[in-house]
């Protein structure tokens, strides 16, 4: 099956560039996703990247694909306090589900 | 356009019961998916309805269970609840299985099992 591997925890100063890392296995995978969950709530859908793209940008959300060594990178430009929250990497295996990874937490401190 | 809606948003139950949790997608959706969080093992897929239709399902018992109806809402149940199911159950929707996939998900039901 897929494994999708992130790093637990990331800590950020507000105004800082945070990047969120995330590897993964199936080398089928058509389309990553990063979502938020910020507590007691639900997954928020940020941005997604289809494969054959190797970056995708979205305001102050920059998505990079490294396709031939399975790395996906999600980076905070300008990081506020509001975006404390849980990031999760998610991949489509070829069954067409989601895997996702364990989340990374990261905190914005002043 | 509302998003999508899980009800209960809570829900405690004794070991042995069974329980019901009910998703409505957002309008025009016809996918439908279901997801357990818990801290141990993190976000684990249960199964996807589109079209009434089970199209995917993930490793768990056959006490887990669901259905679609024809207005694209969806059900899942558990039967003989056990201490460990207590988690938080995510359903995601999203309008298409050959597109993007977008999924958009619900607040999720915190199911507790004492």
């Known amino acids: 099956g897929e494994d999708v591997e992130q790093s637990l925890f990331l800590s950020v100063r507000e105004g800082d560039s945070s990047v969120i890392n995330c590897t993964y296995t199936?080398?089928?995978?058509?389309?990553l996703y990063w979502y938020k969950q910020e507590p007691g709530a639900g997954l928020q859908l940020l941005t997604y990247i289809f494969s054959n793209m190797d970056m995708k940008q979205d305001q102050r959300l920059t998505v990079l694909l490294n396709k031939k060594d399975k790395h996906l990178s999600l980076r905070i430009a300008d990081t506020q306090t509001g975006d404390s929250a849980i990031y999760f990497c998610?991949?489509?295996?070829?069954?067409?589900?989601?895997?996702f990874g364990a989340g990374t937490q990261v905190v914005v401190t002043p | 356009k509302a998003g999508v809606t899980q009800t209960p948003r809570y829900l405690i139950k004794t070991r042995g019961q069974q329980v019901t949790l009910s998703c409505s997608p957002i309008s025009g959706h016809r996918s439908v998916s279901w997801y357990q969080q818990t801290p141990g093992q993190g976000l684990q897929f249960l199964f996807e309805y589109f079209s009434e239709t089970q199209r995917n399902k993930g490793n768990f018992p056959g006490r887990f269970s669901g259905r679609q109806f024809s207005n694209s809402r969806s059900e899942m149940n558990v039967s003989t609840l056990e201490l460990g199911d207590s988690a938080l159950y995510l359903c995601?929707?999203?309008?298409?299985?050959?597109?993007?996939?977008?999924?958009?998900f619900g607040p999720g039901t915190r199911l507790t099992v004492t």
């Open positions: 199936d080398s089928s995978s058509t389309y």
């Open positions: 995601a929707s999203s309008s298409t299985r050959g597109a993007t996939y977008e999924q958009y």
């Open positions: 998610a991949v489509r295996d070829s069954w067409g589900k989601l895997q």
